[in-house]
């Protein structure tokens, strides 16, 4: 069974800064591998999204990269700000189960002014 | 308006009560899913339909029945609620052509 974790749980830093959020997955035979955003109380928005023949996406400040061999994928988040502040999650969506996503539990992300 | 909408948003019910949370979708999307969110313990899939013909159990769909009465639409309902099913239900639909899921705004569910 898939197993994605993210780490650290939560984190906190002051407005500017540039850091890295992480995914990882214990089965490599992955479709794709998706992040997404939460506000509290709030549905999941789709940040994005990448094929598992790829190796990053970019939207914005924002630049995701996929290591499959590794098990592993990174959000990187350029001179963060106090909107970003939300929880991150990922979810991977394996070959041969495609019917559904498994979600890591999320990293829960405060930016301070 | 939104692409995929959920009502109701939040609801307060009994033990024993019958209650059904509805979905609708202007994607044009055929996959539908439902899922539930507990704190520490993540999303987890309830029911998925990939048409109108084809439903299936997710990995926690006991106690729970789901209806597509349509492409567009997608019921997820609780027989007789039981306070353990407290908790933060997702709908989503994905495209098939990139696999991208895209989310409800959740219905809160509390069970008394």
């Known amino acids: 069974k898939q197993e994605v974790t993210q780490i650290p749980a939560a984190l906190s830093v002051p407005e500017g800064e540039n850091l890295v959020l992480n995914c990882s997955f214990t089965?490599?035979?992955?479709?794709?591998l998706q992040w997404f955003r939460q506000d509290p109380g709030k549905g999941l928005t789709s940040l994005l999204l990448?094929?598992?023949?790829?190796r990053e996406q970019t939207s914005g400040r924002l630049n995701a990269s996929l290591d499959k061999s590794s098990g592993r994928s990174t959000l990187y988040i350029a001179a963060s700000q106090p909107g970003d502040s939300a929880t991150y999650l990922c979810?991977?969506?394996?070959?041969?189960?495609?019917?559904?996503?498994?979600f890591g539990k999320g990293t829960s992300l405060l930016v301070t002014p | 308006d939104a692409d995929v909408t959920q009502t109701p948003r939040n609801r307060i019910t009994k033990t024993g009560k019958r209650i059904m949370l509805e979905c609708s979708q202007t994607?044009?999307?055929?996959?539908m899913y439902w899922y539930r969110q507990d704190p520490g313990l993540g999303l987890r899939l309830i029911y998925y339909?990939?048409?109108?013909?084809?439903?299936n159990k997710g990995e926690i769909s006991d106690g729970y029945s789901v209806s597509r009465q349509a492409q567009a639409k997608f019921s997820l309902s609780l027989e007789s609620a039981i306070p353990n099913q407290t908790a933060l239900y997702f709908c989503?639909?994905?495209?098939?052509?990139?696999?991208?899921?895209?989310f409800g705004e959740g219905s809160r569910l509390t069970v008394l």
């Open positions: 979810a991977v969506r394996n070959s041969n189960s495609g019917y559904a996503l498994n």
């Open positions: 990448i094929q598992s023949s790829q």
């Open positions: 994607k044009g999307h055929d996959r």
């Open positions: 089965d490599s035979a992955i479709y794709n």
């Open positions: 339909s990939f048409d109108v013909k084809d439903i």
């Open positions: 989503a639909t994905r495209a098939a052509s990139t696999g991208e899921l895209f």
